[in-house]
């Protein structure tokens, strides 16, 4: 049997993540397609209390922390068991999203959402994570041309923030080199489809059989 391996995937909204992993998937065998937040029970509850339009009131120090007690759920029940069973995780965003949008968005400090965020994680970080990088217009107008997707509270941020986000994203791929590869999410569907699949491939190629 091969080690399984996690595999995350990361960018600012409406880059084209849940699209291209779900069709990563279908190519894989022995995939596990998941998100953050949610991907389990308590975790999709949590997040219908983050993503809620009207939780107009939530601090940033009690959002980061609602994200980072999703994440502990869904690593613990659903993401550790499939990769002990050997498979390839593929999530939608993880702790990097966290430290874009909290630590770097909200402005509350990228060392300090990452240290609440190893209560959660224990050390257990992606062994690749694909950033999708976008103009956050043309994400945001993607998302828009979409008419069933919902519209959360996150997404009804101003343009600054979403910009924020962005450069969060640039300063993590600063620090960890190794671990993030940037793909450009603007072109076409195939195309993006074609990058991040050969990227996929080339990872899952230097996995050890245990
Ligand atoms: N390369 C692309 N070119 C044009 N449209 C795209 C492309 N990729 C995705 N889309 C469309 O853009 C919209 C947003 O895509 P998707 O939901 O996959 O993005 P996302 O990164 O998961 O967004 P979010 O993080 O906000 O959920 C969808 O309607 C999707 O069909
Ligand atoms: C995990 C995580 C997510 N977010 C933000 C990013 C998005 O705006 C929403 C999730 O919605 P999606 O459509 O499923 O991408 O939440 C965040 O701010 N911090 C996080 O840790």
Redesign the pocket.
């Known amino acids: 049997m091969e080690s399984g391996i996690f595999i995350t995937f990361e960018g600012p909204?409406g880059a084209g993540?849940?699209t291209i992993i779900s069709m990563i998937a279908e190519q894989l065998e022995n995939a596990l397609l998941t998100?953050?937040?949610?991907g389990i029970d308590i975790a999709e509850q949590i997040?219908r209390v983050?993503?809620d339009k009207d939780n107009t009131a939530m601090d940033p120090r009690t959002?980061a922390l609602l994200?980072a007690a999703?994440?502990r759920q869904h690593l613990i029940e659903k993401v550790k068991p499939a990769l002990d069973a050997g498979k390839v995780v593929l999530c939608?965003?993880?702790?990097d999203?966290?430290l874009a949008?909290?630590g770097h968005?909200r402005g509350l400090g990228i060392e300090e959402v990452f240290n609440i965020n190893q209560f959660a994680i224990e050390q257990m970080m992606p062994d690749l994570t694909i950033y999708f990088d976008i103009e956050p217009e043309l994400g945001l107008k993607r998302i828009n041309r979409n008419k069933g997707r919902?519209v959360?509270r996150?997404?009804l941020e101003n343009l600054d923030f979403h910009y924020k986000v962005r450069e969060g994203y640039y300063i993590l791929m600063e620090r960890f080199p190794k671990r993030i590869v940037k793909i450009d999410a603007s072109g076409t569907l195939e195309d993006v489809f074609q990058k991040t699949m050969k990227i996929v491939l080339e990872r899952l190629e230097q996995r050890k059989p245990v």
Do not use: C, H, M, W
Request: glycine share 8%; net charge negative.
């Open positions: 909204d993540k849940t998100r953050e937040p949610g997040r983050i993503l959002e994200y999703a994440r939608d965003r993880f702790v999203s966290s949008y909290q968005g919902e959360n996150l997404d």
